[in-house]
Nanobody
């Protein structure tokens, strides 16, 4: 079955950087749009970034534009989220997700079929 496993979450000071990884299995990775979402306690889940199947198109939330970069390596079945200039408001559990539809590029949560278990990112001021 489809499985997505995130890693890379940890505690970091404000201004620091982290790279999250998500490995997909159980399906043809290169055929799925991929996205990163996050959810902070008491808040709705937010679509952070999305990437097309070959990585030629990306889309970012305004809150992370210029600081975060989504990328993928289809040979490794992996999607990445490089996070720079981290802020305390980036504190959240980060999830990767896979989608079969173009609507995923809009970071529309409903477009995503499969989800990972999440990885925690804590940014201290």
């Amino acid at each position: 079955q489809v499985q997505l496993v995130e890693s890379g979450g940890t505690s970091v000071q404000a201004g620091g950087s982290l790279r999250l990884s998500c490995v997909g299995s159980g399906y043809t990775f290169s055929t799925r749009y991929m996205g990163w979402f996050r959810q902070a306690p008491g808040k709705r889940r937010e679509g952070v970034a999305a990437i097309s199947t070959r990585g030629l198109s990306t889309n970012y939330a305004d809150s992370v534009k210029g600081r975060f970069t989504i990328s993928r390596d289809n040979a490794k079945n992996t999607v990445y989220l490089q996070m720079n200039s981290l802020k305390p408001e980036d504190n959240a559990t980060y999830y990767c997700a896979a989608s079969r539809t173009f609507g995923a590029l809009a970071r529309d949560e409903a477009s995503f079929d499969n989800w990972g278990q999440g990885t925690q990112v804590t940014v201290s001021s």
